[in-house]
Nanobody, 115 residues
Framework: QVQLVESGGGWVQAGGSLTLSCAAS????????MAWYRQAPGKQRELVAR???????NYADSVKGRFTISRDNAKNTVYLQMNSLKSEDTAVYYC?????????WGQGTQVTVSA
């Protein structure tokens, strides 16, 4: 089992920046993809960004050019640098880690962007 602890959420004005972190502990051997999802009120959870163990990334169209996902395999930590934030980025952001074909989720961290 993998435990995930997220940090870095908060309130920011539109145009501002935030960095989210997610540290994995427990059975971290063989962690594969790491990702960030988000869920806004009344909407389905959606993929924001994903990064493979080798560093290949993919992003939702809505965040391309503004968000950057990265990971530190030695620390079993994934980051999400969010720049030029918009009000529509307001959501609960969840860390997701794939290990041996199973998905592990963090508890979520709130990001609120005021217009």
């Amino acid at each position: 089992q993998v435990q995930l602890v997220e940090s870095g959420g908060g309130w920011v004005q539109a145009g501002g920046s935030l960095t989210l972190s997610c540290a994995a502990s427990g059975n971290t051997f063989s962690i594969d993809h790491m990702a960030w999802y988000r869920q806004a009120p009344g909407k389905q959870r959606e993929l924001v960004a994903r990064i493979s163990r080798g560093g290949n990334t993919n992003y939702a169209d809505s965040v391309k050019g503004r968000f950057t996902i990265s990971r530190d395999n030695a620390k079993n930590t994934v980051y999400l640098q969010m720049n030029s934030l918009k009000s529509e980025d307001t959501a609960v952001y969840y860390c997701n880690v794939m290990r041996l074909g199973l998905a592990n989720w963090g508890q979520g961290t709130q990001v609120t962007v005021s217009a």
